[in-house]
């Protein structure tokens, strides 16, 4: 199973950027789509977009769609989400995940699909 680690948050200001990477140990990256998901303080972990494993698929929450861009690298073990136009609102502790290749689709895929996860990463974004 992938082993996830998730770094690039921090403190933003209303309409930054910030670019998330998510690191895979393994050998067997290419064989999964990847998420990123994300839980702010008091609410439920959320889907925010999801990867293909080849990377030529990709599917967005409403909610990020047209700001956050989901990309990977194979060759890296390592998928991103570069994060624009960034709101109060998406203030949360982002996750990404793993769930097997075949899972993909493109509708918001449900945590449960996902078994590996990463520890988290912190996106503060100030008004």
């Known amino acids: 199973q992938e082993q996830l680690v998730e770094s690039g948050g921090g403190l933003v200001q209303t309409g930054g950027s910030l670019r998330l990477s998510c690191a895979a140990s393994?050998?067997?990256?290419?064989?999964?789509?990847m998420g990123w998901f994300r839980q702010a303080p008091g609410k439920e972990r959320e889907f925010v977009a999801t990867?293909?494993?080849?990377?030529?698929?990709?599917h967005y929450a409403n909610t990020v769609k047209g700001r956050f861009t989901i990309s990977r690298d194979n060759a890296k073990n390592t998928v991103y989400l570069e994060m624009n136009s960034l709101k109060p609102e998406d203030t949360a502790v982002y996750y990404c995940a793993a769930t097997p290749a075949n899972y993909y689709s493109d509708y918001d895929l449900p945590r449960g699909l996902f078994g590996a996860w990463g520890q988290g990463t912190q996106v503060i974004v100030s008004s």
């Open positions: 393994g050998r067997t990256f290419s064989s999964y789509a």
């Open positions: 990867i293909s494993w080849s990377g030529s698929n990709t």
